[in-house]
């Protein structure tokens, strides 16, 4: 056979050769164990486990929160003890596991869960030097009544927090505005408070310039926030109804954090954009960031600094 | 009183240095201190008589008959000359030129004797251009021979060449891919212009002459660069009739791509923006329609297309992976043709002619798709079955033309300009009724994107071996989307409400640019290339103006991500050195300086290339290239979609850089096969990622956005790979077979842990096989298959829930695993052509008749979210995009 037939006809037998092929979704990874801890100096380790389920079933039934799983915890690389299970309490919607050492500035923790057949969980960090939050100044401050509602009230404020970030290396803070409003209501001729908090924002920003951008949460309507490497400039409002609320102290809370967590907490807000965001078909997921090997979560340390401001 | 010497000593050279000084500083002393003669001792006559001697004995003998000393180097003459004279009463000026006449020796006479010295060999130009004998339009890397020596040279990208030889007759011949060679006695005795007029080779259409590569007529760019055979493309398979010149690369090692050419091209492993896509040397920024289908450039205005991806020439700068090199047709100036064509996809049209004739020419062709009315049709119905009226749309086109003038044999002036764009359409109203109530909801979206393109060019050929383009060019890129949103309800005035919406988002791009480029070629062993370029880059990011009768006046707003001007001015000095007739160098250095918000980048880029053919079929290569770029594509999804955003280098945004090694050999097997491979390894530095989960959305994140230098991380890259290309170049069956194994990756400090990843389209294996039958005079049979590992992305069946610090559970997310952790399944498909032609008195006719996937291999495009309600599961289902698709396209030439 001449060779130019022997050529053709190899191109022509390929058709032969091709075939279909599915997605194979048995391939994807299993169900794996997810972890959090966040621990700060002085204060005891807790953890919360439980275990992924499959997709389309958002539904907190199928999530298990394993009790006799072993987490050990070391301590610059020596085995202290294992974190003891606590079961569901009143304050806590899910069950933990607690260890009762305290954590120290400084020192290098590491942790190994394992249960049942999943894949053993490590982690390890540390917890950062603390922030220096120096005291705020308030800019602006204005309180407005709705006319069509005598009761509901506006307060409308801009804070500045000066900040001694260092210039030489890249750190990440974690700031937290939260709002301390304060429900009451009458029963006979008592007066019943239920104190709680709401958090106006919770910010990630990453010196130098933090990056500083809105977040869909309530309360929070519009600020232009600037900032700068001396200071963050916190502008805000929120609204109440004096009929059966009364505002409390507004906390700010610093917290010097991790590169594991800032980035976790960071891509974790993005999935929900992502999420959100249902036309850009062809957009690369949002892979959530974690230091948990094996598994899924965050494992971190950090140190806060907090300023209560009363109105 | 006579002095008689002969000096007879050997140049050799292994005589020590000192020893000739001194040899020559006695010489020197002889020569003064001898008697001085006056030029009539040469007229002295005298009887002379030699019998086949050598050359030098002749000399010996007649300094003895004429008692003149005679001085000279034996290695002046071939050994194997004889002389046999004989005179009588002949002088001595007469015999010397009558012994030396058949040598490359002259004589001198000085200070009373004779030197013989070597000829001054004179050396002239043969220049001019190589033309299309039909259509009078420039041949782009025609070959230069001279037949005898081997020495030759290849005409630029305007048709020009010059081959300086020695002052002598030669027989040179020119040849060029699918034209009769074409030999030419050349009597070179001065500086002589040519001009050479190549027949197409009508007799074997569509069969491919190779164009010789070998070594040193190949020149460095030559042989650096694949050349796509236009006739091979125009009767091998297409997506939907239409021949395409980017989709062609992909057929060729190391060019990848997403789904059925979706997402560009990835050369090497590099990104999509990193291809300099030229058109007649103007960067394109989105060279493609529909997303990747199709190119900008229509095949029938293609003159020529060449392609680096390993061994860049220095004159190429500004990407870091490959250069595509697209010449468009000049136009016919001599006789008036007219083109036209309709296919599955587009129809076209095409007309040039002379202005002037000989002189001056035009060119003009428009193409449009014209599916939309189809398309418009299909979903209007569809929307009509659902209650709603309103359709979507989606065409593209283009119209480019050009004009030249040949103002004198050495100035020649090119004007043109392109035009071209997509446009999609979606519009849905419906109306709703209640009782009293009337719900009115009217939904519009149109996006517009495309390129313009304007270019002056001026040729000029300083002197025979000095030639400078003058080129002045304006382009643009424009992107602009317009959203328009209405919704009210009428009939009862206490619910009664209005609301209206309308989105402006634009983007753009322009660049105004000024270059200059010199060929300076001093001899057949040197081609000089230099030039200056220097363009203004002005970036509008984007821009949005929303308009709203909303209760909140607020939500009228207007605002722009920052403009950003730039500079950006390269230097570029490139030599190709026959340093061996099997040993070609090609050597330079790019150098740039890009100005952009206070901080200025400067950066050399160098380049070299060395060809080693040490027998006929065999050809071996080494490169190093050195690459910058200072251009970033902002995108999400590597989809190509044209909300992609370009962005400069910035202060804070470094550029991208490229270290690139290639070695490969090519070996000639026989006549009509070649095998060539080639290994690389591609270092990439300064990749630019969005930080993991940063997004860019128009409309809605258009303020955000503005901090897009926040939102990004910079991280490296590296692929390397081995390509093979076996080529079957000649006979009625034509083709090849390519394979390449290659593996590319990512690093980025904050992505993936900061551990390597796959790249997206990291394809391990791809696989090619192509080949085209002449069945008969006028029929063609065509068939090619395409396989290659899928991409990749991420799955996951996995969600799960954050528990806060307190113990809350905040939200449940998606576990996608590692970046890049799943791999699609493999692209394949196989494609089939047949091409008829017939020349009639009017003309000529041809008809493709084809089939694209030809067994429906779904190949997927995307992988979306599938909610199934019945069991309230969510999976995930698979688009593809091309399925089986026959097509045709009949194309009638006058």
């Known amino acids: 056979m001449k060779i130019k037939y022997l050529f053709f006809s190899l191109v022509l037998a390929l058709l032969f050769f091709a075939c279909e092929e599915d997605i194979q979704l048995d391939s994807l990874e299993n169900k794996k164990l997810v972890l959090f801890a966040n621990f700060q100096p002085d204060s005891l380790f807790k953890l919360s486990l439980s275990t992924s389920i499959p997709i389309g079933s958002a539904d907190s039934l199928l999530v298990q929160y394993p009790s006799d799983a072993r987490i050990q915890l070391f301590k610059d690389g020596e085995y202290l003890s294992d974190f003891e299970f606590v079961p569901f309490t009143r304050d806590q919607v899910r069950p933990f596991y607690t260890h009762e050492h305290r954590a120290e500035a400084g020192a290098i923790y590491s942790i190994k869960a394992q249960y049942q057949n999943y894949p053993m969980l490590s982690a390890s960090s540390t917890i950062p030097t603390p922030p220096q939050l120096q005291a705020m100044k308030v800019l602006e401050w204005e309180e407005l009544n709705d006319n069509t509602n005598p009761d509901l009230y506006f307060y409308f404020g801009k804070v500045k927090l000066p900040l001694d970030l260092p210039s030489a290396t890249t750190t990440y803070y974690h700031l937290l505005v939260k709002q301390q409003i304060i429900r009451y209501n009458v029963v006979g001729s008592d007066t019943v408070k239920n104190s709680r908090i709401v958090n106006l924002f919770s910010r990630l920003p990453k010196v130098q310039r933090p990056n500083l951008q809105l977040e869909p949460g309530h309360l929070l309507e519009s600020s232009e926030i600037a900032a700068d490497n001396s200071a963050i400039e916190v502008d805000f409002n929120f609204g109440i109804d004096r009929s059966f609320e009364l505002k409390g102290p507004i906390y700010f809370e610093l917290r010097h954090v991790t590169k594991d967590y800032y980035l976790f907490h960071k891509s974790r807000e993005e999935q929900d954009l992502a999420n959100s965001q249902q036309s850009i078909l062809y957009n690369d997921p949002v892979l959530i960031h974690n230091n948990i090997e094996g598994g899924i979560g965050l494992f971190s340390g950090y140190q806060a600094s907090t300023k209560r401001l009363t109105w | 009183m006579t002095f008689r010497l002969v000096l007879y000593f050997k140049l050799v ?94 004589f001198v006479y000085t200070n009373g004797q004779v030197l013989i010295v070597k000829k001054t060999i004179r050396r002239f130009t043969l220049s001019g251009y190589v033309e299309d004998a039909e259509t009078g339009e420039r041949l782009i890397g ?320 300083f002197n025979e071996k000095v030639f400078a383009n003058f080129t002045g060019t304006f382009s643009t890129f424009n992107f602009q989307s317009n959203d328009r949103f209405q919704d009210s309800l009428s009939g009862n005035d206490a619910n009664a409400y209005s609301y209206f919406q309308r989105d402006i988002y634009q983007s753009k791009i322009e660049d105004l640019s000024a270059k200059i480029d010199l060929d300076v070629v001093p001899n057949p062993q040197h081609y000089l290339r230099m030039g200056f370029h220097l363009t203004r880059h002005f970036f509008q990011p984007g821009a949005i103006t929303t308009q709203s009768d909303d209760f909140f006046p607020g939500n009228n707003l207007s605002d722009s991500l920052k403009n950003i001007n730039a500079i950006e001015a390269s230097v570029y000095l490139e030599e190709e050195w026959v340093i061996h007739p099997r040993l070609l160098l090609n050597a330079g250095v790019y150098t740039s300086l890009f100005s952009v918000q206070q901080k200025k980048y400067l950066l050399a880029e160098p380049r070299l290339a060395l060809y080693w053919q040490p027998a006929k079929a065999w050809r071996f290569h080494f490169s190093f290239s050195r690459m910058n770029q200072y251009l970033h594509l902002l995108t999400r999804s590597g989809a190509g979609f044209p909300t992609d955003l370009w962005v400069p280098s910035t202060a804070k945004v470094a550029p991208q850089q490229a270290l690139i090694f290639d070695l490969g050999a090519k070996w000639q097997l026989g006549e009509q096969w070649s095998l060539a491979s080639s290994a690389y390894h591609k270092e990439m ?70 551990i390597p990843f796959p790249f997206r389209f990291d394809h391990r294996h791809v696989f090619n096989a192509v080949a085209a039958w002449q069945i008969a005079p006028k029929w063609q049979f065509s068939s090619s298959w395409t396989y290659s590992t899928g991409s990749r992305t991420n799955l996951t069946l996995n969600e799960w829930e954050y528990i806060d610090q307190n113990g809350n559970p905040i939200s449940f997310y998606y576990d996608f695993g590692d970046k890049n952790s799943f791999q699609l399944p493999a692209y394949h498909r196989l494609d089939w052509n047949f091409h008829y032609q017939k020349q009639k008195n009017w003309g000529s006719w041809s008809l493709h008749l084809g089939v694209y996937n030809t067994y429906n291999r779904r190949n997927i495009y995307y992988i979306k979210t599938d909610y199934n309600p019945l069991t309230d599961q969510l999976g995930y289902k698979s688009v593809s995009i091309v399925p089986i698709l026959p097509y045709f396209r009949l194309t009638i030439q006058l």
């Open chain 2, 685 to 754: 530095r300064q990749l630019i990622s969005y930080s993991e989960g940063a997004n860019f959305n128009i409309n809605s994140d258009i303020i955000s956005a503005n901090n897009w230098e926040e939102k990004i991380i910079t991280g490296q890259g590296r692929s390397r790979g081995i390509e093979c290309l076996l080529k079957k170049e000649k006979g009625t069956v034509q083709g090849w077979l390519s394979y390449t194994l290659s593996e590319t990756n990512r690093q980025f400090d904050d992505l993936n842990k900061g």
């Open chain 2, 13 to 106: 050279k292994n005589i020590p240095f000192r020893l000739l000084i001194k040899s020559g500083l006695c010489l020197l002393f002889l020569l003064f201190s001898s008697t001085i003669f006056s030029q009539k001792a040469l007229k002295t006559k005298i009887d002379f008589a030699v019998k086949d001697q050598s050359v030098a004995a002749a000399l010996w003998q007649l300094s003895e008959a004429s008692s003149v000393p005679i001085s000279f180097s034996d290695n002046l003459f071939d050994p194997k000359l004889r002389a046999s004279h004989s005179f009588t009463d002949t002088p001595i000026k007469t015999i010397l030129e009558s012994i030396l006449a058949p040598t490359s020796a002259r």
């Open chain 2, 142 to 461: 025609a070959n230069v021979l001279d037949l005898q020596s081997q020495r030759g040279t290849s005409s630029n990208e305007y048709g020009f060449f010059s081959l300086s030889l020695p002052a002598e007759k030669y027989q040179i011949q020119f040849s060029y891919l699918g034209y009769r060679s074409h030999t030419q006695p050349v009597d070179l005795t001065q500086n002589q212009p040519i001009k050479i007029s190549l027949q197409p080779n009508l007799t074997l259409e569509a069969i491919i002459v190779r164009a010789t590569d070998d070594l040193p007529s190949g020149g460095a760019s030559k042989v650096a660069s694949e050349e796509l055979p236009l006739e091979q493309m125009d009767v091998l398979p297409t997506l939907g009739g239409e021949v395409d010149v980017l989709r062609s690369l992909q057929q060729l090692p190391g060019v990848q791509s997403g789904t059925d050419g979706i997402g560009g091209l990835h050369v090497r492993g590099g990104n999509s923006d990193q291809n300099l896509i030229l058109f007649d040397g103007v960067p394109v920024y989105n060279p493609y329609h529909s997303l990747g289908l199709y190119s900008i450039f229509d095949f029938d205005m293609v003159h020529k297309v060449r392609y680096f991806r390993g061994q860049f020439p220095a004159r190429f700068g500004g990407r870091v992976s490959s250069v595509v090199d697209v010449r468009t047709r000049q136009g016919n100036n001599r006789n008036y043709e007219a083109r036209a064509s309709i296919g599955l996809i587009a129809s076209k049209i095409a007309v040039e002619g002379p202005l002037s004739k000989n002189k001056s020419a035009f060119y003009l062709s428009a193409r449009r798709s014209h599916l939309d009315p189809f398309i418009k049709s299909y979903t209007k119905k569809e929307r009509s079955q659902a209650g709603e009226t309103g359709f979507a749309n989606y065409s593209f086109g283009e119209i480019i033309a050009k004009v030249d003038y040949a103002t004198s044999s050495k100035n020649h002036l090119y004007l043109s300009f392109y035009k071209g764009g997509d446009l999609y359409q979606n519009e849905n109203r419906f109306t709703e009724r209640a009782g009293p109530l009337q719900r009115v909801y009217e939904d519009e979206q149109q996006l517009q994107w495309g390129n313009t393109l304007s270019v002056l060019r001026w040729n000029h050929q």
